[in-house]
């Protein structure tokens, strides 16, 4: 069955960092963009950034600068690497297979204290 199974989120300090995992079964991750969503109860889910299937790279505003996406082809996985994480970040990640209807569980992130 189509998967993407997201991972690393936590508690984390204002100012710190954490990457976040997201791993695709085979034919969502294959030549297809990848992408990093947020939400928060509430709202709106967010844009954040996307790698395309030729490693070309796009941020929002809101994490260009803090943020680095990226994809590692052999281990059918794309990660988020976040710095500079300010309570704002506070959100549930989900990862995206921009060709595919399909949406993780997502993943936790709380920045505070």
């Known amino acids: 069955q189509d998967r993407l199974v997201e991972s690393g989120g936590g508690l984390v300090q204002p100012g710190g960092s954490l990457r976040l995992s997201c791993v695709a079964s085979?034919?969502?991750?294959?030549?297809?963009?990848m992408g990093w969503y947020r939400q928060v109860p509430g709202k709106e889910r967010e844009w954040v950034a996307t790698?395309?299937?030729?490693?070309?790279?796009y941020y929002a505003d809101s994490v260009k600068g803090r943020s680095v996406i990226s994809r590692d082809n052999a281990k059918n996985t794309v990660y988020l690497q976040m710095d500079s994480l300010k309570p704002e970040d506070t959100a549930v990640y989900y990862c995206?297979?921009?060709?595919?209807?399909?949406w993780g569980q997502g993943t936790q992130v709380t920045v505070s204290s």
């Open positions: 790698v395309t299937g030729l490693n070309i790279t």
């Open positions: 995206k297979a921009m060709g595919w209807p399909y």
């Open positions: 085979e034919r969502l991750f294959r030549d297809t963009s």
